[in-house]
């Protein structure tokens, strides 16, 4: 299994449903948890992290944790064409003399309008 | 505020030329990093450099060295190009660990013919 796994997608949703992205990670990776966005043709850039259990909201997006599970999940509500893109889910990698973000391969969402 | 820079934004090579790409930040960051980013893989570590005087190899190394020439420099060269060099080169730049997530430039667009 790689680090993180994003194996669903591409996904399309209509404008206003609710996006539900996941995400499955190994033992090497733990602790931190991130989710980007990348339009196309862009740089990667953060919109949540979260580092316990539960969930975390905000705005529009909720990241969820699941440590027992080893999941992450990100929900974006009452989506909106603007939300079309592919979304990476990133964790801390603790193997080697310093932790890095290993990154998953990412979904591509697509919100119609 | 520039955040991260990175320098060219795109670059065509000939198979076996030498280039450097070049990175600054200017948030006082202590990490930066070097992906590449293929169709269908997801964003690689190649080389990272945890604080100012160490690298170390990522997950892609082989056909790349860098240079840590100071705190807000990370440069990423390239000895002798190949085909299967062709990417997009993302630099990147965190806290000391990454707690806060990275901050990424917007991208180097590298063709090898």
């Known amino acids: 299994q790689k680090e993180v796994e994003q194996n669903s997608g591409p996904l399309s949703v209509p404008e206003g449903a609710i996006a539900s992205l996941n995400c499955t990670y190994s033992d090497r990776v733990s602790q931190s948890f991130f989710w980007y966005r990348q339009y196309s043709g862009k740089s990667p850039e953060l919109i949540m992290s979260?580092?316990?259990?539960g969930d975390k909201e905000d705005g529009r997006f909720t990241a969820q944790l699941n440590k027992a599970s080893q999941y992450v999940s990100l929900l974006i509500r009452d989506s909106q064409p603007s939300d079309s893109a592919t979304y990476l889910c990133a964790g801390r990698d603790y193997t080697g003399a310093n932790s890095k973000l290993t990154f998953g391969k990412g979904i591509t969402l697509s919100v119609r309008p | 505020n520039a955040g991260v820079t990175q320098t060219p934004k795109f670059q065509v090579l000939k198979t076996g030329q030498s280039m450097t790409l070049q990175c600054a930040q200017d948030?006082?960051?202590?990490?930066m990093y070097w992906y590449r980013q293929d169709p269908g893989m997801g964003l690689r570590l190649i080389y990272y450099?945890?604080?100012?005087?160490?690298?170390d190899k990522g997950e892609v190394p082989n056909g790349y060295n860098v240079s840590r020439l100071n705190k807000r420099e990370f440069s990423l060269r390239l000895e002798s190009a190949a085909p299967s060099q062709t990417s997009v080169y993302f630099c990147?730049?965190?806290?000391?660990?990454?707690?806060?997530?990275?901050?990424f430039g917007s991208g180097t667009r590298l063709t090898v013919v």
């Open positions: 948030m006082n960051h202590n990490s």
């Open positions: 979260i580092y316990s259990n």
């Open positions: 990147a730049s965190s806290e000391a660990g990454g707690d806060y997530g990275y901050t």
């Open positions: 450099s945890a604080s100012e005087g160490t690298t």
